[in-house]
């Protein structure tokens, strides 16, 4: 059974800093990995989505990689800013469908 | 677009009642779930559907009832509503089932007394 794990589950960093929020996956059978935000009483919004034959995907300040073989993905957030601070989900698609399996989230805190 | 839209936002319900969740997309998207948010579970499947007429259970399909009858509409009803699906839910839709982007609504959070 796929399991989906984000470490750690909360982070606070002063702003202007680089930071690095973790995600492994038990089984890499899987379709893609995608990023998601949610603010707080919010939806989620997709950030990226890495399909499994790529290494990694950039947008803006975030960089997502991808390394299926050893089951982990890190998401990248340079120059953090108070508005970055949110909760991180990742979630997998199994490669037997489209159903997302999704990790338990990182609550990031960036402070001013 | 308005992507994936959800009503009600709040809703209160006594035990034993029913009620539907309403979720639509207007992206023409063939794959459609509800998912439920808990704290300590994450996201958990209920339900899905891969176009009109076709849905299946997902992790936690007890207690609720889907249907497609549309590309657009996906409603999520509760038959007799109890404690344990006090929850924020949402629905998602993506392009067609397998590798793709999904979208998820902004979310229904329901009290169950």
């Known amino acids: 059974k796929q399991e989906v794990t984000q470490i750690p589950a909360a982070l606070s960093v002063p702003e202007g800093e680089n930071l690095v929020l973790n995600c492994s996956f038990t089984?890499?059978?899987?379709?893609?990995l995608q990023w998601f935000r949610q603010d707080p009483g919010k939806g989620l919004t997709s950030l990226l989505l890495?399909?499994?034959?790529?290494r990694e995907q950039t947008s803006g300040r975030l960089n997502a990689s991808l390394d299926k073989s050893s089951g982990r993905s890190t998401l990248y957030i340079a120059a953090s800013q108070p508005g970055d601070s949110a909760t991180y989900l990742c979630?997998?698609?199994?490669?037997?469908?489209?159903?997302?399996?999704f990790g338990q989230g990182t609550e990031l805190s960036v402070k001013p | 677009n308005a992507g994936v839209t959800q009503t009600p936002k709040f809703q209160v319900l006594k035990t034993g009642q029913s009620m539907t969740l309403q979720c639509a997309q207007d992206m023409n998207h063939e794959y459609m779930s509800w998912y439920r948010q808990d704290p300590g579970m994450g996201l958990r499947l209920i339900h899905y559907s891969v176009g009109a007429g076709i849905t299946d259970q997902g992790e936690v399909p007890n207690g609720y009832n889907v249907s497609r009858s549309t590309t657009e509409d996906f409603p999520l009803r509760l038959l007799s509503a109890a404690p344990s699906q006090t929850s924020v839910y949402f629905c998602a839709s993506s392009y067609t089932w397998g590798p793709y982007e999904q979208y998820f609504g902004p979310g229904t959070r329901l009290t169950v007394t």
């Open positions: 089984d890499s059978a899987i379709y893609n």
């Open positions: 890495i399909q499994s034959s790529q």
């Open positions: 979630a997998v698609t199994h490669n037997q469908g489209g159903k997302l399996i």
